[in-house]
């Protein structure tokens, strides 16, 4: 059974770090790109990061560049989100994801990703 589960959600304060992980089972993430989208209550979803998981190479969104990181441990099978120097405007779900065979096109489209995460909390507040 493919699966995603996802962990390292919670509340932080303006200016801190959380880390994420998802860690995937069912199936080999070779080939695959696996990353973080985000959704926001009365927002449209949001590209945070992804990476492939071959080579290793990673890709942020604009608003998050500088701020987050996003790496793999590939004996573990699992991707990681490092988010510092949190804002508010962070604050969302956020899900993991994983597609196979993506183009570079595609990478920054929730629809080309087959996998999804249940999905956890980030709350940026004071």
């Known amino acids: 059974q493919v699966q995603l589960v996802e962990s390292g959600g919670g509340l932080v304060q303006p200016g801190g770090s959380l880390r994420l992980s998802c860690t995937a089972s069912?199936?080999?993430?070779?080939?695959?790109?696996v990353g973080w989208f985000r959704q926001a209550p009365g927002k449209e979803r949001e590209f945070v990061a992804t990476?492939?998981?071959?080579?290793?190479?990673?890709y942020y969104g604009d608003s998050v560049k500088g701020r987050f990181t996003i790496s793999r441990d590939r004996a573990k099978n699992t991707v990681y989100l490092q988010m510092d120097s949190l804002k508010p405007e962070d604050t969302a779900v956020y899900y993991c994801?994983?597609?196979?065979?993506?183009?570079?096109?595609?990478?920054?489209?929730?629809?080309?990703?087959?996998?999804w995460g249940q999905g956890t909390q980030v709350t940026v507040s004071s």
């Open positions: 994801v994983a597609g196979n065979g993506l183009i570079l096109s595609s990478l920054r489209n929730g629809d080309a990703y087959a996998y």
């Open positions: 069912g199936f080999s993430l070779d080939y695959y790109a």
């Open positions: 990476l492939r998981w071959s080579g290793g190479h990673t």
